[in-house]
């Protein structure tokens, strides 16, 4: 496990985007949603605004069901921040269709993956997955509530939110253990409790879902503001 720690979000998302851009620019990633990866989009765009046509594939961690131009969409976050310019081809972008009846999306999604990226133990394999972390220890739309019953689920899945109750479409853990590098992405002091115990493997880290992230690749990364890493730094 490789932990890299910044005393801001700011610096991290620089710190991260560069480090996206030296070995996975022309690779296949999946990128999660919420408020988090905002300044990374942003960094990513700025940095890559000079370069010619790239061969990055994009693909989504997670999506809630809901419309492209909806302020809730992951895929249009990314759109508005990333996606911004001519670089990347649009036949390479592969989005969650939320809109869509969330039963055939999940086949649909599936499909994609399968056909687009090479396969190991007939699971899709991407070059990196970037995840974000709640502070109920969920990633992607793996909540505590239904963890469990996921877990031998090698495809695209329907998670519920345990609040809203709003469906959501997501990778599923084996799908996220067999890709060749998985980052973690966390910032934020509410945040701080639940990275200390899953790293260090304490507490209640069995019932977090970020706690079974643990790629067949052992290539786990955990990039940390300094206040989501407070509780590693006493």
């Not at 999940?106 to 190991?120: A, D, F, Q, R």
């Not at 069995?206 to 643990?214: L, Q």
């Amino acid at each position: 496990m490789n932990i890299n720690i910044y005393k801001t979000k700011e610096e991290l998302s620089d710190k991260l985007s560069k480090y996206i851009i030296n070995n996975h620019l022309n690779n296949s990633i999946a990128l999660s949603g919420g408020s988090t990866p905002l300044l990374l989009f942003k960094n990513l765009n700025k940095k890559l605004a000079k370069h010619k046509e790239l061969n990055t594939k994009f693909y989504w961690v997670d999506e809630r069901c809901v419309s492209p131009d909806s302020n809730d969409s992951n895929y249009k976050m990314v759109k508005e921040n990333l996606l911004t310019n001519d670089i990347f081809k649009s036949e390479n972008i592969f989005r969650i269709k939320g809109e869509n009846d969330p039963q055939k999306e999940v086949i649909s999604y599936n499909n994609k993956l399968m056909n687009s990226l090479p396969l190991k133990d007939n699971i899709p394999v991407f070059d990196l997955i970037i995840l974000g972390l709640g502070d109920d220890g969920h990633t992607a739309s793996l909540f505590p509530h239904e963890f469990l019953k996921f877990r031998d689920i090698n495809e695209v899945l329907i998670a519920t939110h345990p609040t809203s109750g709003q469906k959501r479409i997501s990778l599923s853990e084996k799908i996220i253990n067999n890709a060749k590098e998985v980052i973690f992405h966390v910032t934020g002091s509410g945040k701080k409790y639940v990275v200390e115990e899953i790293i260090n493997q304490k507490g209640s880290y069995k019932s977090y879902p970020g706690s079974y992230i643990n790629p067949k690749s052992s290539n786990l990364s955990w990039y940390l503001d300094f206040d989501a890493a407070e509780m590693l730094t006493k």
